[in-house]
């Protein structure tokens, strides 16, 4: 009886390590291939830049921002939904690792299916680094400013990688169902139409009525005001009308609403095969 009960803590640590490892191990093959393809980060570069500019100086001189410079309001909905942009390669990348086979072979190897899944959401996860640091990068090129205290800049950013994490399980779980990395792509591209129905480069208040019912109530939205809230502080919470704490917390009870639908979604998939 003592052997027994000995050994069943044991067992569970075998069983959490054999996770823990086997998430780190695929998350390092996932980064591995992604920095193998120098194409793939300097056109996620160049692409990211390119569109920040148009916006900036195309677009920035025609829009209201609400008693906001129109830098300070675009730059917080840009590098919010370039979380998106980056998730739309993670659903191509899971598809094309099912038609190469890749998943197949991890299947028939002794290790917790889930891992797969979370080893791959870990390496996007580090590629949102990247893609989130070099756009804010550009957008202090181009004028942005910190408005709120540096504190609440770094809490902004943290925010971003939590948000990156969960939509990290939408566009796999979209991977997972397409089969193939076209249709993975074109089935991405339908959560494209949040980035722009929502209050990332124009204020709600200046959409058909209608439509500012949608915007107001969906994630996008939310978070985009939690960063803006964050990164410019009294300026932003008098025209949001509420104070960042209020975005913040509403950003994260979406954040957990996406993974506790997806992630279980995605695990369910992978697992019928």
Do not use: C
């Not at 993975?184 to 959409?207: D, H, K, N």
């Amino acid at each position: 009886m003592t052997t027994m009960t000995a050994t069943a803590p044991h067992r569970q640590r075998q069983a959490s390590a054999g996770f823990t490892v086997s998430s780190f191990g695929i998350a390092k093959r996932t980064l591995l291939k992604f920095l193998r393809t120098p194409q793939l980060v300097v056109l996620g570069t160049i692409q990211g830049a390119m569109f920040l500019l148009i916006f900036r100086y195309v677009f920035g001189g025609a829009i209201g921002a609400g008693g906001l410079h129109y830098v300070d309001f675009l730059v917080p909905g840009f590098i919010t939904t370039g979380i998106l942009f980056t998730g739309m390669g993670a659903a191509a990348g899971v598809a094309e690792d099912l038609e190469q086979g890749f998943v197949d072979r991890l299947r028939s190897l002794p290790i917790p299916r889930s891992a797969v899944l979370a080893g791959r959401a870990l390496a996007d996860s580090a590629m949102q680094v990247w893609g989130l640091a070099i756009t804010t990068g550009i957008g202090f090129a181009v004028g942005f400013r910190l408005h709120g205290s540096a504190l609440d800049g770094l809490a902004a950013f943290g925010l971003l990688l939590v948000l990156g994490f969960a939509f990290e399980w939408v566009f796999i779980t979209l991977g997972l169902f397409a089969g193939n990395a076209q249709a993975a792509q074109g089935m991405a591209l339908m959560v494209f139409p949040l980035t722009f129905v929502s209050s990332a480069y124009v204020p709600v208040e200046s959409m058909p009525g209608w439509l500012q019912a949608f915007a107001q109530h969906q994630p996008i939205t939310v978070m985009v005001d939690a960063v803006r809230a964050l990164s410019q502080g009294p300026a932003a919470e008098a025209v949001l009308g509420h104070n960042a704490g209020y975005y913040v917390i509403r950003s994260l009870l979406w954040a957990a609403g996406i993974m506790a639908v997806f992630a279980p979604l995605a695990v369910a998939r992978y697992r019928r095969g």
